[in-house]
């Protein structure tokens, strides 16, 4: 049960990933599309288990009566892509990405959409434990039908940004040899623009970094060929859904990106998650829009943007969510060419920012737990915050959207959960960079004596 998680299916391959497991993950989930149509869109990753991976699932989705439409190694906004196209009558019901994301090489994975939702959370746990009782299926003719989903996606960014072309700035990006470079090349080739972009050819052993655009370590190559060749970089998870901005003067946080892209949209609604800053709520209700915090989670934003009609989500790693004249999934890919179009229309990024309230941010802080106590520790820190010591900051409220945001007098802190790894995760931000100090020292010793308890 270890590799079904909140958001997707993630375990290493041949361990927990083999033949068995697979195939019945392909038969259940069948049961599970059969209900909105017959055919599935699957698509994989630069892993070098992948294709086989494909080949399990696509046996059990045959088994259990899908046909699949199989478009090959391509980035996970082209499955998502997919399940908004015909393909000569064929319409995907559903579509799963066989990706580890940003995860090391030996992990992979399955993010799967039924009926253009997010498959997740409690259904995920069901077909796990289901999954556990069934048989091995019985194996059926092969019905795979290959689709040049690629092509069409690559055609359709064309398409939709073909203002851009005559951009004069330089323009540097790092795919990370994860599968961003499949298509980004082509749409920057074919829009013209001056481009110069390192690790772009796929290659799922990672050889020259982590893909993982979220950890600063991650982007010093990118930074390099920014400051010598460059008037703005780009960097992208594994499966191209994250993305990371960066400027001569600023690495641009989900969060602030979607400050950035809210200018050019009139009073939109934008769901942020838990751990954006204070600033972009407070800055967006103040040009007149309508700000949310919501759930972490790419699967608990789609799902909340169809809810509210939403035009923008983002999480401060890098998923970006437009509705706003796309379809409402996260795509690295498309963000790319939403910023350079403020970039195109005179927007001065570094500007734009350096106009916002100044605050002192942590990034992501990770306290080592394990997946049996990470939960039972967060319960027992909510039990301490109900009666803390007397030196700790004057709490003026506190959030439990996801996890505990505690928001003191100039600033806030955030405690709560990972979904995917055995951590809990921290942040913090103030006004005064003392304070945010004094919050991150303070929750600390919170969740440190919570880890006491729970021992004794």
């Not at 500007?351 to 319960?379: C, G, H, N, R, W």
Request: proline content about 4%.
């Amino acid at each position: 049960m270890s590799i079904y998680r909140e958001y997707d299916i993630r375990g290493i391959y041949e361990k927990e990933l083999n033949e068995d497991t697979i195939t019945r993950l392909g038969y259940a989930l069948a049961e599970e599309m059969r209900l909105h149509g017959e055919y599935v869109a699957v698509g994989y990753d630069a892993r070098s288990h992948s294709p086989i991976l494909f080949e399990y699932l696509s046996a059990g989705l045959n088994a259990g009566g899908m046909k699949v439409l199989g478009m090959g190694m391509v980035p996970t906004p082209v499955n998502y892509f997919c399940n908004y196209q015909d393909f000569d009558g064929m319409t995907s019901c559903a579509s799963v990405m066989i990706t580890g994301s940003h995860n090391p090489s030996e992990y992979n994975g399955f993010k799967i959409t039924i009926n253009k939702a997010p498959f997740f959370g409690e259904s995920i746990y069901a077909l796990g434990r289901k999954i556990e009782t069934l048989a091995f299926p019985q194996k059926v003719a092969r019905q795979v039908i290959e689709i040049d989903a690629l092509s069409r996606y690559k055609r359709f960014m064309v398409e939709s940004f073909g203002h851009l072309r005559g951009m004069k700035e330089r323009i540097v990006y790092d795919c990370g040899n994860g599968v961003a470079g499949l298509a980004i090349e082509d749409i920057f080739n074919e829009l013209g623009l001056t481009t110069k972009g390192i690790y772009v050819d796929p290659d799922g052993t990672f050889p020259n970094h982590h893909p993982d655009p979220s950890e600063e370590h991650n982007l010093e190559d990118v930074k390099v060929l920014l400051e010598k060749e460059g008037d703005i970089a780009f960097a992208y998870d594994g499966d191209a859904d994250r993305i990371a901005v960066l400027t001569h003067k600023n690495n641009i946080k989900g969060d602030m990106m979607a400050l950035l892209f809210a200018l050019k949209m009139k009073n939109p609604t934008v769901i942020g998650e838990v751990k954006c800053s204070q600033v972009m709520y407070d800055t967006l209700r103040e040009r007149g829009a309508t700000a949310v915090m919501y759930k972490t989670g790419h699967s608990n934003l789609k799902v909340k943007m169809k809810e509210l009609h939403a035009d923008l989500a983002c999480e401060v790693s890098g998923h970006v969510f437009f509705a706003d004249r796309y379809f409402g999934y996260d795509d690295a890919i498309y963000a790319t060419f939403r910023m350079l179009e403020l970039v195109y229309e005179g927007i001065d990024l570094d500007i734009e920012l350096a106009q916002l309230p100044k605050v002192y941010s942590t990034e992501e802080i990770k306290v080592k737990t394990t997946e049996k106590e990470k939960f039972l520790l967060m319960d027992q820190f909510k039990k301490l915050l109900k009666n803390p010591p007397v030196s700790f900051p004057a709490i003026r409220e506190i959030i439990e959207v996801d996890g505990v945001r505690v928001i003191f007098e100039k600033g806030w802190g955030l405690v709560r959960a990972s979904n995917t790894t055995p951590v809990l995760v921290t942040r913090f931000e103030s006004t005064e960079q003392a304070e945010s100090l004094r919050y991150e020292e303070a929750l600390n010793a919170l969740i440190q004596e919570a880890k006491n308890q729970l021992k004794a």
